[in-house]
């Protein structure tokens, strides 16, 4: 009469909870990682929606509506306890108006977000960003 397990079925035994484990530990960590890129990218976009809705609210000749690109003076911005993001509009004339492209960029692990000095730099960054295009009509 044979009792209890033999050595060779623990180990499998141990073996498949190991891996029923480490799947689990991998779903976790993969799932704080995507509610973090959420969160990152929720603020971005009110940021975005906002930078948009004052610059439509400006006066047609005001300096921030001026051809060209821009950089919120306040950058970094702080949003939801949160800092490192970085808001850019770029200005350009259009026959309807001025065509705006708004822009938020954050850092996220090893790509650090900047004082992008231009449209072209800010995309070679790497840095997770969000994009906003409105056209503001002429007066």
């Known amino acids: 009469m044979n009792r209890g397990f033999s050595l060779l079925e623990v180990l499998v035994a141990l073996l498949v909870i190991m891996f029923l484990f480490t799947a689990a530990a991998k779903i976790s960590i993969l799932a704080t990682r995507s509610g973090s890129y959420a969160r990152d990218h929720t603020c971005a976009a009110v940021l975005?929606?906002?930078?948009?809705?004052r610059l439509a609210g400006l006066d047609y000749g005001s300096p921030e509506l001026q051809e060209g690109w821009h950089r919120?003076?306040?950058n970094p911005i702080e949003y939801d306890g949160r800092g490192g993001y970085y808001r850019f509009w770029q200005i350009d004339e259009s026959t309807k108006g001025k065509q705006v492209v708004l822009?938020?960029?954050w850092d996220e692990g090893m790509r650090k977000a900047a004082d992008f000095g231009s449209q072209i730099s800010l995309k070679e960054s790497g840095c997770?960003?969000?994009?906003?295009s409105e056209i503001i009509p002429a007066p």
Not at 48 to 53: A, E, I, K, P, S
Not at 128 to 132: A, L, R
């Open 128 to 132: 997770p960003q969000v994009s906003f």
């Open 103 to 105: 822009s938020v960029a």
């Open 48 to 53: 975005g929606h906002t930078g948009l809705v």
């Open 72 to 74: 919120d003076p306040s």
